[in-house]
Nanobody, 121 residues
Framework: QLVESGGGLVQAGGSLRLSCAVS????????MGWFRQAPGKEREFVGW????????YHASSMKGRFTVSRDNAKNMVYLQMNSLKPEDTAVYYC????????????????WGQGTQVTVSS
């Protein structure tokens, strides 16, 4: 099970850090990913991280602004979002999957309920 938190309303240019609490069962997954979905749009890949190595990969459109990290001891995954823009407004989801390296939502088999991020202009 995955539980996201940390969403909210922020002004453009601001920052937020999303957290994802990972159950022990889900922590056996190879990869943890972050996705987002804006109204009327498809779910979009944000970034992934390897539980074991900490290796990360971020979508090019968000690279440099968004950073995925994890704390193995706490079974937590984070998404640090800086320089937020109104177009970053979406529901953000944490996901876990058995294969490292996927940017496709269907390759992740565990999902959280999502947390809303709203960026005002």
């Amino acid at each position: 099970q995955l539980v996201e938190s940390g969403g909210g309303l922020v002004q453009a240019g601001g920052s937020l850090r999303l957290s994802c609490a990972v159950s022990r069962r889900t922590a056996s997954s190879a990869a943890m990913g972050w996705f987002r979905q804006a109204p009327g749009k498809e779910r979009e890949f944000v970034g992934w991280i390897s539980w074991s190595s900490g290796l990360t990969y971020h979508a090019s459109s968000m690279k440099g602004r968004f950073t995925v990290s994890r704390d193995n001891a706490k079974n937590m995954v984070y998404l640090q979002m800086n320089s937020l823009k109104p177009e970053d407004t979406a529901v953000y989801y944490c996901a876990a999957g058995p294969r490292l390296g996927s940017t496709v939502a269907s390759m992740y088999n565990y999902w959280g309920q999502g947390t809303q991020v709203t960026v005002s202009s």
